[in-house]
């Protein structure tokens, strides 16, 4: 059964960082871009970061510099690690892989910025 599986998330002080997992099922990890999307209090789910099979990313433009997509071919994951964090990166992170006919959705991970 194809599944995204995240975790890494909690509470972390502004300018700490964290680093989010998402193991995906052997056939997503070795076909499909996969993606990470967060959805903020209040706000609509947003794209954040999109790694492919081969290990091309692409940022969206307030977290470049900030954040960085990675892959572990052996452990079919996908990682997403997080520095310089803002109260505004306060979020629940899901990772996402899109199906020309369907979305596929992992429950997400609370990412909490506070003092």
């Known amino acids: 059964q194809e599944q995204l599986v995240e975790s890494g998330g909690g509470l972390v002080q502004p300018g700490g960082s964290l680093r989010l997992s998402c193991v995906a099922s052997?056939?997503?990890?070795?076909?499909?871009?996969i993606s990470w999307y967060r959805q903020r209090p209040g706000k609509e789910r947003e794209w954040v970061i999109t790694i492919t099979n081969e290990g091309n990313t692409d940022y969206e433009d307030s977290v470049k510099g900030r954040f960085t997509a990675s892959r572990d071919s052996a452990k079919n994951t996908v990682y997403l690690q997080m520095n310089s964090l803002t109260p505004d990166d306060t979020a629940v992170y899901y990772c996402?892989?899109?199906?020309?006919?369907?979305?596929?959705w992992g429950k997400g991970t609370q990412v909490t910025v506070s003092y």
């Open positions: 052997r056939s997503i990890f070795t076909s499909k871009p």
């Open positions: 996402n892989v899109a199906y020309w006919d369907k979305q596929l």
